[in-house]
């Protein structure tokens, strides 16, 4: 089955500065790559999600790049806010199967 | 989106019980899914929930263990069987449509003493 890889485990940057979470998987049949954001005590929030027919996609400050032949995907956040404090998964799936998540990265943002 | 409510919220059991989780959304949602959240852990998907047939489970989640039914395309339960301590986790619905983006319930903390 499906393997996820996700480093790093914990990720501390300045307020203001950018943050780089990256993720491989093992299975070259996974097409669809969603990343989550959980706060302490809440359920996991889709923030962005790629599909293999993509390279790169955008919203406003998050932007995920994928490398299918190197088989790994990245989240990058810039102009890092307080707000942006949380746990952040990466996540890989095949057509309409459930989704396979990497073990998180606790993103610390220092003021 | 969809909102969906899973109820218990949170419960405290003893071991050799049984809890049935219910899933509910407010719209009609193509795919369900269970997943399980260790205290501190990532999610690990227990089991995909199919409408009218058996659920589909991943290695290492059996029916006897996590019975799961989905009677309708709103409605899913999931039922922690014979538990023990090590059952304690928060455990999550999914639902998705066509779009395959999954988004999740609120989960339900379960404790088992």
């Known amino acids: 089955g499906e393997n996820v890889e996700q480093h790093p485990s914990t990720l501390s940057v300045q307020e203001g500065d950018s943050a780089v979470i990256k993720c491989t998987y093992s299975d070259s049949a996974s097409n669809y790559f969603p990343w989550y954001k959980q706060e302490l005590g809440k359920r996991p929030q889709l923030i962005i999600d790629?599909?293999?027919?993509?390279g790169e996609k955008k919203d406003q400050r998050i932007a995920v790049t994928l490398n299918k032949t190197a088989k790994h995907f990245s989240l990058h956040i810039t102009e890092t806010q307080p707000e942006d404090s949380a746990v952040y998964f990466c996540?890989?799936?095949?057509?309409?199967?459930?989704?396979?998540f990497g073990k998180g990265t606790h993103l610390i943002i220092q003021p | 989106s969809a909102v969906i409510s899973q109820k218990p919220s949170r419960d405290i059991c003893q071991r050799g019980t049984s809890l049935t989780i219910q899933c509910q959304v407010d719209?009609?949602?193509?795919?369900m899914f269970w997943y399980r959240q260790q205290p501190g852990q990532s999610l690990t998907l227990i089991a995909t929930a199919n409408q009218g047939s058996e659920a589909t489970y991943e290695s290492g989640f059996v029916i006897d263990k996590f019975p799961i039914s989905r009677p309708n395309l709103t409605f899913s339960t999931l039922t922690v069987s014979n538990m023990s301590p090590e059952d304690s986790s928060i455990y999550l619905c999914?639902?998705?449509?066509?779009?395959?983006?999954?988004?999740f319930g609120p989960g339900t903390r379960l404790t088992v003493t």
């Open positions: 999914s639902v998705a449509n066509s779009g395959r983006e999954q988004y």
């Open positions: 719209s009609q949602v193509t795919m």
């Open positions: 996540a890989a799936s095949y057509g309409a199967d459930g989704l396979t």
């Open positions: 790629i599909r293999s027919n993509v």
